[in-house]
Every structure is written in C-alpha cells, then in structure tokens.
C-alpha cells in the first residue's frame, strides 16, 4: 500500500489552505499550476489530461503548532498509519519553533521526511542541521513557494519514504533467509 500521508505543521492557516488544496487536488488556484510545458513534457496518452488528472493525490492533515503536530505524528504511529512527508513552519508562535518540532518528529519517527518552510528564521539551516543532528532526511523550501515545488518535494519525498521502507522490507526477509541457511548443515559431509 502506498503511503501518500502528508503533515502540515504551520500557524498561518492560509499556508495550510494551500498545502491542502494543491496537495489534495481541490485546487482552483491558477498562479504556479504545472500548465503547458508539464503537458508538454507528459506521456502521449496522457497529454491532453487536465493537469488535476497527472499528478498523485495526498491525504493531508494540519496542524497550527508544533506540539499539536508532534501529537498527531503520535497517533498516527500508533494507529499504525505514519505521515511519510512533514512540512514544518520554523516560526510558530506562541509555541514551540520548528527546531524544536522538527528535533521531536524525529526521535519519534527518524524515517518520515521533513520539509523545512520558512519564509524568515531566526536559525539558519546550518544551525538546524547542527541542532537536529541529521541531513538524510531534512529539506528546505522558502516562501513565497510555486504550487508545483509543492507537489514536488510531496511527491518524491513519499515515494522516497515507500521505497525506503520496501528495501527495508526485502532486507528482513533476506536476513530471515540467511539465518535460515545458517542453520542448515551444508558441508556436505553425510555421516547417516
């Protein structure tokens, strides 16, 4: 199953109206939609396609704080249904910044992948990346931000995770299997 769970973590409900709405398809926004060169640029059978039937559709949820966020990751873990992207605001007052959010997302769950959206902070990337203590998972995306930057980072960053997690998959069986044949005597030597 293909996890396409998107988190907005972001105090301006404006910008989580955006993320929802391009993210989910119900976009009726013009400005940044992927119009005539992704046309262009699309398989022959799928070019005459309004661009709402060409890109994957997320199942996205919201949060205005930090802590709320960090909760709702929680659940979802625990329901057994994680958020394979997190798009994090870095400035979110009254409540915890994005470090702080970004550094708790992680120590619950170090494979989902996380967007930092910020269009002012008072941390550099450096010093985020030197406070979290992690780079293979950590992107950055600066407002104003394009829809389809939007779309993108959602739509490589999921399949990133789902392929993280088939190889992880593959590599237990593997691993099962190995110790399988470890435990079989192979020497060749019959002694029956």
């Known amino acids: 199953m293909y996890n396409n769970r998107i988190l907005v973590i972001d105090d301006e409900q404006g910008i989580r109206d955006v993320f929802i709405d391009v993210l989910t398809g119900r976009s009726t926004r013009q400005e940044g939609r992927l119009g005539d060169l992704g046309r262009l640029l699309a398989p022959a059978d799928t070019a005459a396609a309004p661009d709402s039937q060409m890109r994957r559709r997320f199942y996205v949820k919201t949060a205005s704080q930090g802590e709320e966020g960090v909760v709702m990751l929680e659940e979802a873990l625990a329901a057994g249904t994680p958020y394979s992207v997190v798009f994090v605001d870095m400035r979110m007052p009254p ?98």
Do not use: C
């Not at 450096?126 to 950590?138: K, P």
């Not at 992880?168 to 005597?185: Q, R, T, W, Y």
């Open 95 to 192: 409540g915890w910044d994005g470090t702080r959010t970004i550094k708790e997302i992680h120590q619950l769950d170090p494979h989902v992948q996380i967007v930092i959206v910020t269009a002012y902070s008072d941390t550099s990337i450096a010093d985020v990346v030197n406070q979290v203590g992690f780079t293979d998972h950590l992107l950055y995306l600066k407002k104003p931000f394009d829809d389809e930057e939007i779309l993108q980072l959602a739509d490589s960053l999921s399949m990133r995770w789902n392929l993280e997690r088939k190889v992880h998959s593959f590599l237990k069986i593997l691993e099962g299997i190995f110790n399988s044949l470890a435990d079989l005597d192979l020497t060749g030597d019959d002694e029956h």
